[in-house]
């Protein structure tokens, strides 16, 4: 790994503060002289989070929807996803660096199987919260299944599922901060070269709770303005 | 989009009622011995509302739903317009049966409109005719035209279902099934809404399987009833009145209630039952002969009328004095032929007289209603024309 951590630039110390930088201290002289360093790791995150996230809904979803009809698969789907979830993360980049090597993609795998679990649960779960009376209203004036799925269950369940996918993604930006072990970059990668560096560690810990937090916040706009519904006095 | 077609899906225009059949119709579920049916059958007249009622467990809903295939029965046949369900497509056949439940199951997600849509959405109408006619029923449950862009969250409970019975009328079905349609509000909405809806059946004629367990509404609702008792077993199918004076045993004696005499005053109107003549006198007409009119009515007085034959004023032995009769003014308690005789017997205690005049829709005198009239009503001394079956006597007493 070592040859990994040599091509990371952050380790040049010179510039302004010296004697602050010296002392492995919080320099804010030396973050704003170096915080364009950190923009390629940051976007590199961004997409870790993304792709991961993104994969770990449509697999989920498509798990869900085979669930939905067949409710004996839930308890192996979640025990399944669930096992995913119980495995350490450096765990999982060991198992999988062999077969699918080092890189993004194996990065993204281990991430977006963390993400099932809950994404898959969450969409069961706002199924199965949508009121008997709507479900059976729908087929008693005609529906298919597969209308009453799409224009009434999907529907109402937007909720959860969102509330879902908020929390994948808060959880995936911080786990993608190791997944530079497995050669995905990200934040994790400045931060594991110069960890007694206070400027850095600070740096890459405030990059990556803004990330969470614009990409909650996203997500929760975007619900707001997909569901009048939701907001009007019930 | 033809004009005329949209036309012809206005409530002033509707189509036809259908007629209903359940025949032999079984149902059992798995792992119970005992049948949820056990050999109903049952027709319904187009344009009538049949009621079924009974008991929680005797099936009343489970056969409703048999109706849309919600439930397939395990033996028998039911016919729509003469013609087999069962080997129609489930989810066609239910878009040409209105639907309404008593959890109303609006979907929250969608507007009032769009709720009201659905079915004729199913159905593929047009954008501008499913406007127009979701326009024509908000009118007809009497929602303001700005509530179609509110969501079911921002209504009332009796607006709610008020909607529901709207959506389940949207495609303009030959047929509705209505499970405790007003089940979930207060007695006095409740009661609003049942005398709103029976107004609409007057327009809309359709037929209408309702469900509810409250006697009371049967009553009301029904053209006719059928009793239900536990494992689906129809105890008695009849017209209200019927099962009030007759009813088939003791089960339906017992659910119709000991109370059944002073429903039946809800049921009747004063137009129902025998009235007595009136001893009308005119301005002018000699008074001996008023005199030997009144002394042939137990009434023992005159009634008074103008030149169009309105009551005017009772006249006792003291006003019935000199050679003519004259002008008197005085109160008297009227009623109506159209009121229902509970109403009518209320305004007679109130106005603490024995009689009141009848009138018609003119206000013309058309009899005179005693209290003994009706007590003899009850007592089913006075024969009403309802009694097309009598009960035996005992039952009566």
Same mark, same amino acid.
């Given at each position: 790994m070592l040859p990994l951590l040599a091509q990371v630039k952050i380790t040049d110390r010179n510039g302004a503060g010296q004697n602050c930088v010296q002392q492995d201290g919080f320099c804010p002289g030396w973050i704003k002289d170096h915080i364009g360093d950190y923009v390629d790791p940051l976007v590199r995150h961004l997409e870790l989070t993304v792709v991961s996230v993104v994969a770990g809904f449509l697999i989920a979803f498509a798990l869900a929807m085979l669930a939905h009809r067949r409710r004996w698969l839930v308890a192996p789907i979640t025990g399944a996803t669930g096992v995913m979830y119980t495995i350490p993360s450096l765990a999982l980049f060991g198992i999988l660096l062999p077969i699918t090597g080092f890189g993004f993609v194996t990065g993204c795998i281990a991430l977006t199987a963390y993400n099932l679990l809950v994404i898959f649960r969450n969409i069961m779960a706002g199924l199965d919260n949508v009121p008997e009376a709507a479900k059976d209203a729908a087929t008693g004036m005609g529906m298919t299944p597969n209308q009453v799925l799409r224009q009434v269950e999907l529907p109402l369940a937007i909720p959860e599922i969102v509330a879902g996918v908020r929390v994948a993604t808060t959880t995936t930006v911080g786990l993608a901060a190791l997944a530079f072990i497995a050669g995905?970059?990200?934040?994790?990668e400045p931060l594991i070269v110069n960890q007694n560096f206070k400027s850095n560690v600070v740096t890459v810990g405030v990059l990556c709770v803004l990330l969470a937090a614009v990409l909650d916040l996203l997500l929760l706009l975007a619900e707001r303005l997909a569901l009048p519904w939701r907001r009007v006095a019930r | 989009m033809d004009p005329d077609t949209a036309q012809a899906e206005g409530p002033s225009a509707n189509r036809q009622a259908a007629t209903l059949e359940l025949r032999n119709i079984v149902k059992r579920y798995p792992g119970s011995d005992e049948p949820a049916i056990a050999d109903l059958s049952l027709e319904v007249a187009a344009g009538e509302i049949c009621v079924l009622v009974g008991p929680s467990g005797c099936g009343k809903t489970t056969a409703m739903r048999l109706v849309n295939r919600m439930i397939e029965p395990t033996s028998g046949d039911i016919l729509v317009n003469g013609a087999s369900i069962i080997d129609r497509k489930p989810s066609e056949l239910r878009r040409e049966i209105g639907y309404a439940i008593q959890q109303i199951g609006l979907f929250p997600h969608q507007t009032i409109a769009e709720n009201i849509a659905t079915v004729p959405a199913l159905l593929g109408w047009d954008k501008r005719r499913i406007a127009e006619r979701v326009d024509e029923l908000m009118d007809l449950i009497g929602l303001?035209?700005?509530?179609?862009? @509110?969501?079911?969250?921002?209504?009332s409970g009796g607006q709610r279902q008020r909607v529901g019975v709207a959506r389940a009328l949207a495609a303009d079905p030959p047929l509705m099934l209505m499970d405790e349609p007003f089940g979930a509000i207060d007695p006095i909405n409740r009661e609003r809404l049942q005398n709103e809806f029976l107004r609409l059946q007057g327009e809309i004629r359709k037929t209408i399987v309702f469900v509810t367990h409250d006697i009371d509404e049967a009553i009301k609702m029904g053209d006719r009833i059928a009793i239900l008792r536990k494992g689906g077993v129809l105890a008695q199918y009849a017209t209200p009145a019927e099962l009030l004076m007759a009813p088939a045993d003791e089960f339906v004696e017992d659910f119709v209630g000991a109370d059944r005499a002073l429903k039946r005053l809800a049921l009747? @109107?004063?137009?129902d039952i025998d009235l007595w003549e009136a001893p009308t006198v005119r301005v002018g007409d000699p008074v001996s002969e008023a005199r030997a009119r009144a002394a042939a009515t137990p009434i023992g007085h005159a009634l008074l009328v103008d030149e169009d034959n309105r009551p005017v004023s009772w006249l006792g032995d003291g006003d019935l004095i000199g050679e003519r009769v004259v002008h008197h003014a005085g109160g008297l308690t009227k009623v109506e032929l159209d009121d229902v005789l509970r109403d009518a017997l209320a305004d007679l205690l109130q106005g603490k007289v024995m009689y009141g005049v009848v009138t018609d829709h003119g206000g013309r005198v058309a009899g005179v209603l005693s209290v003994e009239v009706i007590s003899g009503f009850l007592n089913h001394q006075v024969a009403g024309r309802i009694d097309q079956a009598p009960a035996p006597a005992e039952r009566l007493a």
């Open positions: 995905a970059g990200g934040l994790g | 303001e035209k700005a509530m179609a862009k @509110r969501y079911p969250g921002q209504l009747q @109107r004063v137009r």
